[in-house]
């Protein structure tokens, strides 16, 4: 995996750096984690490593993130955010609909679950939950309880909008999420899975929960 362009636009400077140069090096050190580790794995990439690919001393890194772990969180973090910030672009045209929120909601889980860099994580997670389970819940937590809470809560304000009971948002919430993820980790095992295919079983998953509502 070649070095992104956040890494080759850093260019670290000798003295106390200003709050610019700092959003730089927190960049940069991010951007050069989330290679090494997609590269060669958790376990293989020490810090040191990471420092000298990114161009800062140990200690510089050592004062951001104390461990490899507390490293390898924020970078899952930091890729979530992105993730999340690019399939937002369109949240300003949503109304307060119900089953059209639901639609945003489930394109975004099918177009994520098709980005090569997510499953790229999703795999080296997988590979090392048993044992480092904590890498695994990083990216659980950062990105399927997010997305959970986000419609949880739309289900909530439609709740009290509509006048339609919900029993339990969350629990909803979260088979939502997982019949769209998993319909996609069982039909990838015959091969790829086309976008549309995908996006089909997104529109499906959304007929049939809104078709249950008050079972909410």
């Given amino acids: 995996m070649a070095a992104t362009n956040i890494e080759k636009a850093f260019k670290p400077k000798r003295g106390r750096p200003d709050a610019k140069q700092v ?13 090494m580790f997609l590269e060669s794995g958790y376990d293989t990439v020490a810090m040191e490593n990471i420092a000298a690919a990114t161009g800062v001393s140990k200690g510089t890194l050592y004062a951001r993130y104390p461990s490899k772990e507390a490293l390898f969180t924020k970078v899952i973090q930091d890729r979530v955010d992105r993730w999340s910030s690019a399939s937002a672009q369109e949240d300003y045209l949503l109304t307060d609909d119900i089953g059209e929120r639901l639609h945003h909601h489930a394109r975004s889980i099918a177009r994520s679950l098709l980005q090569a860099e997510v499953q790229a994580f999703k795999r080296l997670t997988l590979a090392y939950r048993d044992r480092f389970p904590e890498l695994a819940k990083a990216l659980y937590e950062a990105g399927y309880i997010y997305i959970v809470k986000l419609i949880s809560h739309d289900i909530q304000d439609a709740a009290k909008r509509d006048g339609i009971a919900a029993r339990n948002p969350e629990r909803v919430a979260r088979l939502f ?8 980790l069982q039909e990838s095992g015959a091969g790829p899975i086309a976008e549309e295919d995908l996006l089909q079983a997104a529109r499906s998953t959304v007929e049939i929960f809104m078709a249950a509502r008050s079972t909410w």
């Fill in 23 to 35: 959003a730089a090096i927190d960049e940069a050190i991010l951007a050069t984690a989330s290679r």
């Fill in 177 to 184: 999420v997982s019949t769209i993820s998993g319909w996609e």
